[in-house]
């Protein structure tokens, strides 16, 4: 299975902005979905953000609408969460995860639907 590898995770003030990237790591993907989940301390894993295949389909968790934004770039195999105007309550690590079939609005945030995690990355927000 090929890993996925975060990246870009840290400590910034709120107000603050960070770009976490997600890259497969020893293959090429040719096209791929992608999704962004978060764990808070002594909080479940949860749906943050998912983009389609094609990229035509994203979708956000209410919490982060506006404020982040989930992209990909095909040349570099890398997908990206730029987040903007972060608060403490972003604070988490952060997982990227492929699924196991394409995502839309039935699938993009069914934790159940990702068979590939990444080992995570950690941001903090201070206030």
């Known amino acids: 299975q090929v890993q996925l590898v975060e990246s870009g995770g840290g400590l910034v003030q709120a107000g603050g902005s960070l770009r976490l990237s997600c890259a497969p790591s020893g293959r090429t993907y040719s096209s791929y979905a992608m999704g962004w989940f978060r764990r808070a301390p002594g909080k479940e894993r949860e749906f943050v953000a998912a983009?389609?295949?094609?990229?035509?389909?994203?979708d956000y968790a209410d919490s982060v609408k506006g404020r982040f934004t989930i992209s990909r770039d095909s040349a570099k195999n890398t997908v990206y969460l730029q987040m903007n105007s972060l608060k403490p309550e972003d604070t988490a690590v952060y997982y990227c995860a492929a699924p196991h079939g394409d995502i839309h609005e039935d699938t993009a945030r069914d934790i159940g639907w990702y068979d590939n995690w990444g080992q995570g990355t950690q941001v903090t927000v201070s206030s």
């Open positions: 983009i389609s295949w094609s990229g035509s389909y994203t």
